[in-house]
Each structure stands twice: as structure tokens, then as C-alpha cells.
């Protein structure tokens, strides 16, 4: 191209590292996964995705083009059908307990946060190959679902266990990956380029969304 793009962002994803619970995966020293031990066979598809996915975008040289591998977390918002909204269906109908053995780790990001980050990078020329796209504090899928029913209003939450996770997954012609896979994964380079989060925490994270969600409800009734 005579004239090229100054910067390409390409869409990846937080998946693409390994199944993680005693330590961070950040960008500097994450390890991609793929047959760790204790993962299902079942898992590596998601992950052999987002490397293929990535190896594609790199194997062409565009010396003019700055380019970044987005690797996002669940964003969430309050739209309909979004990942926050399959999460407070379940909360809202009693089933919202902790999910397997509820230690694995949950990343996620807020949409606003997520809309700021993808600006900053293209403003920020010094960023280049994969930036995570998380909060910089994500929690043990216990903790993330009781304080959403906390928020939510509720005490009621029934936990689904991994086999039960299993059938679900099979009828919904899903993984069961999504929901049991350990996503520990957190923005380094982001933060160390600047980067400030307007919901760093879960708590306050969770009390937006679910009074957008409320709000968004009572503009259709």
C-alpha cells in the first residue's frame, strides 16, 4: 500500500494462555497453553485457535504498520445476550453458586475499560504485539460469583459441579472450557505503559452492570 495504516489491532483472546491458578499470566511472561497437565483434551481447541489465529496475523511483514494482538478477557456489559448477561440469568433464576471447584480464576474487563484500553493503544505508539485486555485483578470464580449475587440481591446460589458442567456444555454445543478453565491473566503492559482503570475491582464493576442492566429493563417494560 502506498499509504499504510499506522497501526493494526487484531482481535485475539486471554484463552491462548495455559490453565492457571498459582500464578499471573501476563504478557511479558505468560505461557500459552495447551496440553498442561489436568486440562482436558477438549480444552486445546480454543487454545490451537488463538495460535493459529496469531501466527497468521505476525507472518506478514508491514514494516509501516504497527501491529498489536488484543488478547481480551470476558467483556462485560449489560447488553442483551452478552457474556454478563448469561452470567446474571443464571444469578437472577437461583443457579449462580460456584461453578466446579470454584478456585479457578475468572478475568474479565468492564466495557467502558475495554472501549479506553483499545483508544490508549492506538494512541500509544510504543505498544506492539500482544497486550492483555483484563483487569488487573481477577478472582477465584467463587468470590466473582458470590459477589454477584451480593450485588444482585440475592443468597441463593446453587453450585454446578464439573460433571454437571460437562452435560450442559454438551447441550448447548459449548465448551466446557469457558466456565471451568483457570483464567488468570492480567494487563501488564497496559499499566505499565499508563493505562488507569476505571473498574479495577469486581464489587464496583458488578454494581455498574447490574444497575445498567436494571435500567436498560425498566426502558423495555
Known amino acids: 500500500m502506498a499509504h499504510p495504516p499506522a497501526v493494526w489491532l487484531n482481535a485475539s483472546t486471554a484463552t491462548i494462555y495455559r490453565h492457571e491458578i498459582e500464578r499471573a499470566n501476563h504478557e511479558l511472561t505468560g505461557i500459552v497453553g495447551g496440553n ?51 452470567f446474571l440469568s443464571l444469578v437472577r433464576r ?17 466495557d467502558a475499560d475495554y472501549i479506553r484500553a483499545v483508544e490508549f493503544v492506538i494512541e500509544h505508539s510504543e505498544l506492539h504485539g500482544p ?4 483487569s488487573p485483578n481477577p478472582l477465584p470464580n467463587r468470590d ?4 454477584l449475587r451480593e450485588t444482585w440481591g440475592t443468597r441463593i446460589g446453587l453450585p454446578t459441579t464439573a460433571w454437571m458442567v460437562e452435560i450442559g456444555s454438551f447441550v448447548m454445543r459449548t465448551e466446557s472450557e469457558l466456565v471451568l478453565k483457570s483464567r488468570y491473566v492480567v494487563p501488564t503492559r497496559l499499566q505499565q505503559a499508563g493505562f488507569t482503570f476505571l473498574y479495577p475491582q469486581w464489587p464496583v464493576a458488578a454494581r455498574d452492570l447490574v444497575a445498567r442492566w436494571r435500567a436498560a429493563q425498566d426502558r423495555t417494560n
Request: glycine share 10%; hydrophobic share 40%; net charge negative.
Open 94 to 110: 437461583g443457579l449462580g453458586g460456584t461453578v466446579g471447584p470454584g478456585s479457578q480464576y475468572v478475568s474479565w474487563i468492564h
Open 131 to 134: 497486550v492483555n485486555l483484563a
Open 144 to 147: 466473582f460469583q458470590r459477589i
Open 36 to 86: 498442561e497437565p489436568g486440562a482436558p483434551d477438549t480444552w486445546n481447541f480454543s487454545i490451537d485457535v488463538a495460535r493459529a489465529w496469531e501466527a497468521a496475523f505476525y507472518e506478514t511483514e508491514t514494516p509501516r504498520t504497527r501491529k498489536v494482538a488484543l488478547r481480551s478477557a470476558m467483556t462485560f456489559s449489560p447488553d442483551r445476550g452478552g457474556v454478563f448477561d448469561v
